[in-house]
């Protein structure tokens, strides 16, 4: 009796460490299932090697644009407060591959053009990068123009007016979606006494240029509100740099060296 009973309790002892191994082998099988599931997903799915579009585009949840990345055939078109600012945009820019911002809520606040065109004189090449204002313009340029007689390359600020580009549409009778010779035309309609005033929201001033020129000078110009250059750091391709402080009227109040 004493031993069967000892019998059965072996048996029943090498039967639980069966099962145990038995269970440890499923739950090592079900974890190397989801490990490899999870990598199929993650490198078949979430990370492609090469993603191919002709536009992309990346939205805020509501599905207002933050980003366009596009073709030379899918330009984006500038937008404030939600509307097309000008009509043929679209025809405008294509041709240029570019890179454009928006804000999170649709509307466009700057972007980037890579390409070349030909022309009558050969090429046209463009490299730019700007940044506008709230609902208006560009204030910040960094660009690269060339063409065969030669190329610009630098940083420009612009001063905008604390005025939507859409008031200043208004104040000719005008509004989004206006062509650009419907914009030439009412600005040529205008009377130059107070002109300046009914373009107050689509003109800029531009206050500072650091860069080199098609004639070969490397410059600082400082130009004030109005306009006018009244501080200009020049250093030409050949001969004696220079430094000139001037008047509004554009005279020179100081320059060196004297000579």
């Known amino acids: 009796m004493e031993s069967q009973a000892g019998t059965r309790t072996t048996d029943n002892g090498g039967l639980r460490r069966q099962l145990t191994l038995l269970w440890t082998a499923i739950a090592v099988l079900g974890l190397a299932l989801s490990a490899t599931v999870a990598w199929i997903l993650m490198t078949d ?52 591959p570019t890179i454009v ?48 007689e030669g190329s610009t390359s630098g940083l420009r600020i612009v001063d905008r007016p604390d005025v939507s580009i859409l008031d200043g549409l208004a104040r000719l009778g005008l509004s989004a979606g206006a062509s650009r010779e419907q914009l030439q035309a009412a600005i040529q309609a205008l009377p130059e006494e107070g002109r300046e005033a009914r373009l107050q929201g689509l003109s800029g001033t531009n206050r500072a240029f650091l860069g080199s020129t098609p004639g070969g000078e490397a410059t600082l110009t400082l130009r004030d509100g109005e306009g006018r250059p009244r501080i200009v750091i020049e250093a030409p391709r050949d001969g004696e740099p220079s430094i000139r402080i001037l008047d509004e009227e554009g005279d020179v109040l100081l320059r060196l060296p004297t000579s």
Do not use: C, W
């Open 101 to 148: 911002f928006f804000d999170g809520r649709g509307d466009e606040v700057g972007g980037m053009m890579f390409g070349v065109r030909e022309t009558e004189d050969g090429y046209s090449a463009i490299r730019h990068l700007s940044l506008d204002g709230h609902n208006q313009d560009q204030t910040v340029v960094l660009m690269h123009y060339q063409n065969p």
């Open 45 to 96: 799915a979430a990370m492609p090697d090469v993603l191919t579009a002709e536009r992309l585009e990346i939205v805020e949840p509501d599905g207002s644009l933050s980003m366009v990345l596009a073709n030379s055939q899918r330009p984006a078109v500038a937008t404030i407060d939600g509307k097309v600012l000008m009509e043929g945009q679209d025809e405008e820019r294509r041709g240029t």
